[in-house]
Every structure is written in C-alpha cells, then in structure tokens.
C-alpha cells in the first residue's frame, strides 16, 4: 500500500517562498512521477506540476515562472517550493502519485493535504 | 490549456436513485479522462479512467461512458456515502486539467 505523508508552513506572508515536502512509503518510488496539486474555492483543483525519480519536471504553464518541483531519492521525497506567493496562493496543496502508462496520466495515491494560507 | 466543464453544478438524489454527472471538454480528449470524489474533508480519490474503466476497489455501481468531449459518470443506487465533490480530470495533454467539480447531495 502507498502512503503519502506531507509537511511544510501553513502560514506565508505575500512575496515568501512556499515550501512543501512530501514522504512517500510503500511501492516503487523510482517506478513513478509524482505530482502536486492544489485546490482552492477559487480555482478549484489545479496541477502544479511533475517530477521523475531522476529529477526531470513538467510545470503547470501558468505557474512555470514560480514553481520548483525536486526530487531526494535517497529519502523518497519531493518537494515544492512556490515563490512570490500571494494571497491568489492561498489553498489546499496536495502531493499525489502520478501512475503514468502510454496516455494514461492519473492521480492514483495522495497525500492529505496543507492547508496553506497567506496573510499579512 | 483544455477547460473541462462539469454540470450540474450541484445535484440532489433520493436514496437508492440514479445520478447521473456530466463533463464536457472544449476539445478532443479521446477517452483520455478520469473521475474522482472528493468526500468531505478528505483528499480526491481516483473512480475512473479511461472514461469508463473502474479503478481498483471502487463498486461496479459507479460507472462511466463517453468519448472525445462529452462524458457521464453515472452512479446507481444511490448510498450515503456517496455523498461527495466529483471532479473529471483530462490527461490528453501533459498538462492535466480538471472540471470545477459536481456536488452530490442525498435528498
């Protein structure tokens, strides 16, 4: 069974860098992407973006400019780091597995979420 | 991008009824789409990809069809545990996109 267990600041003043990481036990680390997502009443859920156990990334376009998504083998985590974050960033992050077969791209296992808010 | 529409917006079903969930995206996306229910306070779980094929564990009530840019998720029997947010997600292109979601009330 996978889990995916998450941490990081819940709380960002406007113009901070967020920073999630997010654990992953059970299965093949090696053998999948794996993916952010976050979800706010706004945008509703919106991918952030992927990573590779090698370290190679696709970003959301709209997000590209800010977002880093890096990979630590050694402990099966990846984390995100958001720059510039403003209250538009306020939302639910999630980490998830992203199963990827020929076209198929689904989020099959996810963490529980971040709630992460920004104010001044 | 692809915009993945959802609708209704919100529905209300007696017990033991049928829902029926519809998603319809702004181009082509083959049977490239996946459907997930997001039960309060918890995360988004993965129903169905491949328009129509089951994910493992999930009921053989929870059904889905379609192809190219319209698609139903149709869940039958109604339970209150089915109580839920459902999203449709495309995976056409490697920037996925999802629908703003459908709420599932029980009348």
């Known amino acids: 069974q996978v889990q995916l267990q998450q941490w990081g600041a819940g709380l960002l003043k406007p113009s901070e860098t967020l920073s999630l990481t997010c654990a992953v036990f059970?299965?093949?680390?090696?053998?999948?992407?794996w993916s952010w997502i976050r979800q706010s009443p706004e945008k509703g859920l919106e991918w952030i973006g992927e990573?590779?156990?090698?370290?190679?990334?696709n970003y959301n376009p709209s997000l590209k400019s800010r977002v880093t998504i890096s990979v630590d083998t050694s402990q099966n985590q990846f984390s995100l780091d958001l720059k510039s974050m403003t209250a538009a960033d306020t939302a639910v992050y999630y980490c998830?597995?992203?199963?990827?077969?020929?076209?198929?791209?689904?989020?099959?296992?996810w963490g529980l979420g971040t709630l992460v808010t920004v104010s001044s | 991008e692809i915009l993945m529409t959802q609708s209704p917006a919100s529905l209300s079903v007696s017990p033991g009824e049928r829902a029926t969930l519809s998603c319809r995206a702004s181009q082509s996306v083959s049977s490239n789409l996946a459907w997930y229910q997001q039960r309060p306070g918890q995360a988004p779980r993965l129903l169905i990809y491949g328009a129509s094929i089951r994910a493992a564990g999930i009921p053989a009530r929870f059904s889905g069809s379609g192809s190219g840019t319209e698609f139903t998720l149709t869940i039958s029997i109604l339970q209150s545990e089915d109580v839920a947010l459902y999203y449709c997600q495309q995976y056409n292109t490697w920037s996925i996109t999802f629908g703003q979601g459908t709420r599932l009330e029980i009348k």
């Open positions: 059970g299965g093949s680390f090696s053998d999948h992407y």
């Open positions: 990573v590779t156990h090698s370290g190679s990334t």
């Open positions: 998830a597995r992203l199963f990827i077969v020929g076209p198929i791209r689904i989020l099959d296992y």
